[in-house]
């Protein structure tokens, strides 16, 4: 492991204070007679406080491939991405989100610090770009590949769109190729990540062949590849050093982006956003691949938030589940709508009304609206079981029966974009 993230783990596991060993004064002390009392260990110590730094210097001391990157193929585009430095400076700031979450994550993995910039090459950080071949998300991912490593999507969900979920399967991806076929080399499993495990050992068996090493710099691959890992080390070395290359790199806090807030019920994006007070853009932003922008806990068990709000949306989670469990009361207040109240409480506003005798929409500053506990119909329904027909929606099995598409999910613990089959049985609560 690298001894700089060696050492700032240690500092992080020792309440924040660095230790940094009087080497020169130990050395006067391991010099004296031994009958001559020495120094107890920690009075060699100088604790002075750890001061964080910015997000780049963490991904810097990560960095294991400085050697690679005085290839000569590297300097060609060290010279390209000079002619364009502010397009490094652009996409910096769109990563400015992720990077905290992907060099932890690298770290954790002790993965090379430089992966964190492969995302620069494959998507401009960008996690919800897609290519015409079918390439998607910050990784980009072709459909069958995100298929093969679990990346589910439907209507719904589109996992390689997913920041969280997309990340471990490209690390995964990267880290089992290594291990399966390049005995842990890296660089040969990022040139297979590019151009196909397939192409990649054909081009290694030809140079094996030929008296190369098979190492990555050895081989003779396609265009794209033989630039890839190139492109790569040539961004690591310009970001070691920024000012030699006259990058502008926008600071960056070593600190989480975001936080990751556990969901149990499905939830409209909208409305989380107007009961936290979370601009609905920044919430879709960091929550792409809930293509509804509705809330999937069976495919996205958490919700990405900004990390100052996370409180508030777990205490807005927790209020929600109390008031499933045993029904509550809320007094209407300014501002207020019967679906603002339903979102809330996430109930149906057809459920909201029935249970409070409303006859329309509208409700009063002042008045007190009882909320119906989940999973529990009103005293007055009773249960039916329906079966579904040939050609049957969701919407016309409501209709059908007068009550609402929002209910009939949530009774019967569907998910949106199930489809419904023939036969297929249902439990309605009806007057």
Not at 111 to 132: C, K, N, Q, W
Not at 222 to 233: E, F
Request: glycine residues 6%; proline residues 6%.
């Amino acid at each position: 492991m690298n001894k700089q993230v060696l050492l700032r783990r240690v500092c992080q596991a020792t309440g924040g204070m660095l230790l940094a060993l009087g080497v020169s004064a130990h050395a006067q002390v391991s010099a004296l007679p031994a009958s001559q009392p020495t120094a107890p260990f920690w009075n060699e110590l100088v604790l002075q406080p750890f001061v964080p730094g910015d997000i780049w210097t963490r991904m810097r001391d990560n960095f294991q491939w400085e050697n690679d990157a005085r290839e000569a193929r590297v300097q060609k585009w060290v010279d390209y991405y000079q002619r364009y430095p502010g397009n490094i400076t652009t996409i910096a700031e769109r990563a400015r989100p992720w990077l905290y979450w992907v060099v932890s994550e690298l770290e954790r993995r002790d993965m090379p610090g430089e992966i964190a910039l492969l995302p620069f090459i494959e998507s401009a950080y960008d996690p919800t770009a897609r290519h015409v071949g079918g390439a998607t998300g910050m990784w980009q991912f072709m459909p069958g590949t995100g298929d093969a490593l679990g990346l589910r999507r439907d209507r719904a969900y589109d996992g390689r769109l997913d920041v969280i979920a997309s990340t471990m399967a490209a690390l995964d991806y990267i880290q089992q190729q290594a291990d399966q076929w390049y005995k842990g080399d890296i660089e040969l499993s990022l040139a297979a990540y590019n151009a196909g495990a397939g192409t990649v050992n054909r081009a290694r068996r030809k140079a094996i062949a030929a008296g190369r090493s098979g190492d990555y710099w050895s081989l003779n691959l396609p265009r794209q590849t033989m630039n890839y890992v190139p492109k790569l080390l040539a961004l690591s070395r310009m970001i070691a050093n920024p000012d030699r290359y006259d990058i502008a790199l926008p600071s960056i806090p070593d600190q989480p982006g975001f936080a990751r807030v556990p969901i149990e019920n499905r939830i409209n994006l909208a409305q989380v956003a107007e009961l936290t007070g979370i601009s609905r853009r920044r919430l879709e932003d960091l929550n792409p691949g809930l293509l509804q922008k509705i809330t999937l806990p069976s495919r996205a068990p958490e919700l990405l938030v900004p990390h100052r709000l996370k409180n508030s949306l777990v205490a807005m989670l927790a209020k929600r589940r109390e008031a499933f469990t045993r029904g509550d009361r809320y007094r209407v207040r300014s501002g207020d709508s019967l679906s603002l109240v339903a979102a809330r409480y996430a109930v149906s506003v057809n459920e909201l009304r029935r249970y409070n005798g409303l006859r329309g929409d509208v409700i009063r500053v002042g008045q007190t609206l009882q909320i119906p506990p989940q999973n529990r119909a009103d005293d007055t329904q009773q249960a039916r079981v329906v079966q579904v027909r040939a050609g049957d929606s969701l919407a016309r099995i409501a209709a059908r029966h007068d009550v609402s598409a929002l209910d009939i999910l949530r009774w019967n613990k569907l998910e949106a974009d199930q489809y419904l089959q023939p036969g297929q049985q249902l439990t309605l609560y009806v007057q």
